[in-house]
């Protein structure tokens, strides 16, 4: 499979939150170091693609679509 992403890194899925629509899955791409990033997707994409804690995961981040936010 080819890809027109550039940003794509390898990870672990630390933690899994569905809620009513969506799911929130935390990946540590940073070998247990701290680095952790966020995504929000559907919890019909989670199923679907098998999401479960402690898989090992590719994140591929687009750079036009990347958002933030403070807790």
Known sequence: MKLSTRNVLKGKVIELTEG????KVKVDV???NG???TALISVEAAKELGVKVGEEITVMIKATSVMLATE
């Open 20 to 23: 009513m629509v969506m799911a």
């Open 30 to 32: 940073g070998s247990g």
């Open 35 to 37: 680095n952790v990033l």
